[in-house]
């Protein structure tokens, strides 16, 4: 059991630095440091922290039809992204579902690389697998790449330090291509935070050198080493759904909140579901709610009520350290769904007041060029 | 001084002034990670051996806690309403749940001594 699960380049690195590790997705990953989850989402706000997502997946395809084959399988519209471009996108059901949200990265359009979830690498190669009938390569590179994440306002400042060239926060979601000691690596301006942030993703036999390099150039800036907690506490403040909790196979695209995410100008598997979704309206939304620090956090599953009636239920709820309450994103009827209503939550097999709000929780930084 | 008596599931009991203190262990606030809720009885409650008397909740996981004797409530740490964090920066100290009056203080020699408990393998559990 215990050797079954992957570990990263950086295992050593983050016993050693003192992390309660777990088996996440298959990966041994740090969960939190000695620094405990609240100071470590804190320095993401005020100052940087530094991340290891080498769980996260990575595929690549290339081919003359590349860009026809993501065109196919993805909802968002590829044509918006241009080469160096990255897009938040989703692999849709044609029942309406989604396999998996990820990344898609445009090298040029006969080259394209997926950043996908951990828990997902498998499911989603076998479906991009299935649905090649474009004659397109397809590559699963997650065991051979590691991905470093440096996140908060001083990120510029760390990679400077770090001696990468003319690093400017100047563009959210692209990407350029780098050498960084004689391994092919990609300086990524993506986040999962809400704050401006680089993910570096970089062969493996590279990592263990750039996290030293990043951790010795942020050491003046106060970076800190930052877990999956405080990853999902971060990502919850900010709005941003965990595949699991506020997607999966019976979500729709347009349940989630996502149809900016949808190329409506474009064919893609599952695209009738969801055009049928947008024109009719569902049951359910994806929507928030926050829970005074005293009552305690409602946790997934929790079920969501308004003057009595049951309008839905929690899929992920937690403590955000950011505005010292709790917080949710839930499925709600969408009569509901309407900001300052009042509503109860259950916590602990009670029931107790909460507060409907419209996800992000806090304000997205991404786009802020200086504060 | 306080003497510390231990169950398995990692609250304790201590002696501390003649007085009987129940809270969770240096380990268990550790394993918790950032503590933000604690939920305690109300003064006056009696609880039994083995019967739940609270729920502490950190960022990432709930847990509730359980009597290791029978005992009734005398005081609540109504520190910890604001201030949850006390029971990671002293779990066995400042970051106290309870103070109790034990119905059969003979109960205690069936718990853990502090060196039993120190020397038991706690990741198996």
Redesign the interface.
Known sequence: MEDAAKRTPLYDTHVKLGA?MVDFAGYMMP??YPT????EHLAVRNDVGIFDLTHMGEFFIKGESAFDFVQHVTCNDVRKIGNGGVQYTLFPTPEGGVVDDLLVYQINPEYYMMVVNASNIDKDWEWVNRHNDFGVELKNSSDNYSLIAVQGPRCEEVLTAAGFEDVAYDHPFTFRRVKRDGKRAYLCITGYTGERGFELIIQNAGAQSLWNDLMTAGAALGITPVGL?AR??LRLEAGMCLYGHELDDTTSVIEANLAWTVGWDKDFLGKDVLVRHKADGTDRLLFGLTVE??F??P?PGARVFAEGTDMGAVTSG??A?SLDKNIAFCYLRPAACEAGRELTVEV?KKQVPATAVKPPFIRHRLFEHKY | MATFWFQKTHEYIAEVDGEYRVGISEFAAQELGDITFVELPDVGATIAQGERFGTVESVKAVSDVYAPVDFQVTAVNEALADEPEKVNADPQGDGWFIKAKLSDPSQLDALMSEADYDAMDKEAG
């Open positions: 309660k969960v939190w405990g989850i609240v100071k907690g999902d506490t620090k005293k305690g956090s946790r937690s403590y350290p602990r």
